[in-house]
């Protein structure tokens, strides 16, 4: 199946910020979503984001107004970003990017056409 190439985890003290990035080669993504999830650890899935060419956008309670998704697409190829400010202890998750008919508000939910490994965000006090 095709697998996005997930970038820019890392660590970083509370109050800094991350770029996250993934792409998907060989994807035309049209209508479409891509979005991230996070899980951390010992705690359920949590939707991030989720975005369409079609400039519909989604942000979870937790991150709105920090963090910040982007969408570029062609005809064979999409990535998108996510730009995470003000970052917190509780942002501390594996990241995953997917893309497909993706539900809103939920993770891994809908018709996927590819998800990433997931990207480490480790966060410190």
């Known amino acids: 199946r095709l697998r996005p190439v997930e970038s820019g985890g890392g660590s970083v003290q509370a109050g800094g910020s991350l770029t996250l990035t993934c792409t998907l080669s060989g994807y035309s993504l049209g209508n479409r979503y891509m979005g991230w999830y996070r899980q951390a650890p010992g705690k359920e899935c949590e939707p991030v984001s989720q975005l369409s060419a079609g400039g519909y956008e989604y942000y979870g309670a937790a991150v709105k107004g920090r963090f910040t998704s982007s969408l570029r697409t062609s005809d064979s190829e999409a990535t998108v970003t996510l730009q995470m400010d003000r970052l917190k202890p509780d942002d501390t998750a594996v990241y995953y990017c997917?893309?497909?008919?993706?539900?809103?508000?939920?993770?891994?939910?809908?018709?996927?056409?590819?998800w990433g490994q997931g990207t480490l965000v480790t966060v410190s006090s």
């Open positions: 997917a893309a497909g008919w993706l539900t809103g508000g939920a993770c891994f939910a809908g018709t996927l056409d590819a």
